[in-house]
């Protein structure tokens, strides 16, 4: 049989009970759309961040588009970040019609290389836009400084991230202006279906942030601003308040998996975490040269992979019209070319990755 990639089903049976229960609640209630349950999950998200305001939102790339136009950023501006990552960190920079400006990324942490950012800031730059890649925070007080000294935003895409903390115990999502984080189902803390969340410490910015969810409205049919519908559905919330119990459990139990594979596979980078910080490891990515003949190997034995992310962003086929070539940004070439992630999740059992590490180690 397959190992799973992210064992949702073992998560899923162990709160079952719990989780059953709130959905079964919910439906008798006919409780769909915001409510008590909603509240109740974003009063647990501000105070697990330790920020003054989180509201809950549809989804990771909603999440972004809401914090850019709380911010204002508009046709024309400039956010300077980084072209490893999944899409929609640049996608809703693009959407909103602002120009993401690409920096490479760090050996080491594959964040978004810090030095390499101030030689890009211009007039034009707004923000930037800083991705926690893999469950790692970059250095975000540097980043925040750098901000305040050109006068722009800082923007953390923490959908990898939430529940991650630096070298001073700063919590992933509490440092941005404002912070965007994803509850996708194999996200660190996912929930099953979509759903997302952004957090600020900035009252007007919260307030503008909390009408453009809800079609600009506090008042039913007054509309205060242009906004959309990007609210959480009730459900999600509730299924997200039962898991929250048990997030700090689970971190801990990724964080022992993730060193079982760092002590003893052989042959291949394993992805380093900064002195001082935590990793909530969304994904466990190692870099190996020959990545095909490593995927063959695993596949024949039953082990799935998964390369995140295959094309960095300036070479995607949506972004040609920025210009970038195939000699931009060397280092986010060559991890892309050499990345992939193996089987994780908190519910990884000690047999299964026995297993892989046993076959990832062995020669052909
Ligand atoms: C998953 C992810 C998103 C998007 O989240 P969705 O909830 O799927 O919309 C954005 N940025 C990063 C870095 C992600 O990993």
């Known amino acids: 049989m397959m190992i799973a990639f992210c064992n949702l089903k073992s998560q899923y049976d162990k709160y079952k009970f719990e989780i059953d229960d709130k959905i079964q609640n919910l439906l008798n209630n006919t409780n769909y759309i915001g409510g008590q349950e909603v509240k109740e999950l974003e009063n647990n998200l501000a105070n697990y961040v330790n920020v003054k305001y989180a509201y809950a939102c ?33 996608e809703m920079i693009a959407l909103i019609g602002a120009k993401p ?36 925070m970059p250095n975000l007080i540097k980043l925040k400084e750098i901000c305040k000294k050109y006068n722009i935003y800082l923007i953390e895409d923490a959908a990898q991230s939430f529940g991650a903390k630096d070298d001073f115990n700063n919590v992933s999502c509490s440092i941005a202006d404002i912070s965007t984080t994803s509850f996708f189902p194999s996200k660190p803390l996912g929930c099953y279906g979509d759903g997302g969340a952004i957090f600020t410490n900035d009252e007007n910015l919260a307030n503008t942030i909390n009408l453009l969810i809800n079609h600009g409205s506090k008042e039913r049919y007054l509309h205060e601003i242009i906004g959309l519908n990007a609210r959480l559905d009730t459900i999600q919330a509730g299924i997200l308040n039962v898991k929250f119990k048990y997030f700090d459990k689970e971190i801990e139990q990724r964080n022992k998996i993730a060193k079982i594979y760092t002590d003893n596979l052989n042959n291949c980078i394993v992805p380093k ?44 086929p949506c972004f040609r019209y920025l210009g970038y070539n195939e000699k931009d940004f060397p280092i986010a070439k060559v991890v892309s070319d050499e990345i992939l992630s193996l089987p994780f999740s908190a519910f990884l059992n000690y047999e299964d990755q026995s297993k892989i590490i046993e076959i990832f180690n062995k020669g052909e």
């Open 273 to 316: 975490v900064k002195d001082g910080y935590k990793s909530v490891w969304a994904q466990y990515s190692i870099r190996v040269e020959n990545r095909q003949e490593v995927i063959k190997k695993l596949q024949k034995n039953n082990i799935p992979t998964a390369i995140h992310y295959p094309t960095p962003l300036h070479l995607q």
């Open 101 to 136: 400006v690409f920096v490479d990324i760090s050996d080491i942490d594959y964040n978004l290389d810090i030095n390499e950012i101030e030689s890009k800031i211009t007039s034009k730059t707004k923000a930037i836009l800083a991705v926690s890649i893999f469950g790692q």
């Open 58 to 90: 549809s989804n990771g790339t909603s999440a972004l588009f809401l914090a850019l136009k709380a911010l204002g950023i508009k046709e024309g501006d400039e956010i300077i970040t980084t072209p490893f990552t999944f899409i929609a960190s640049s």
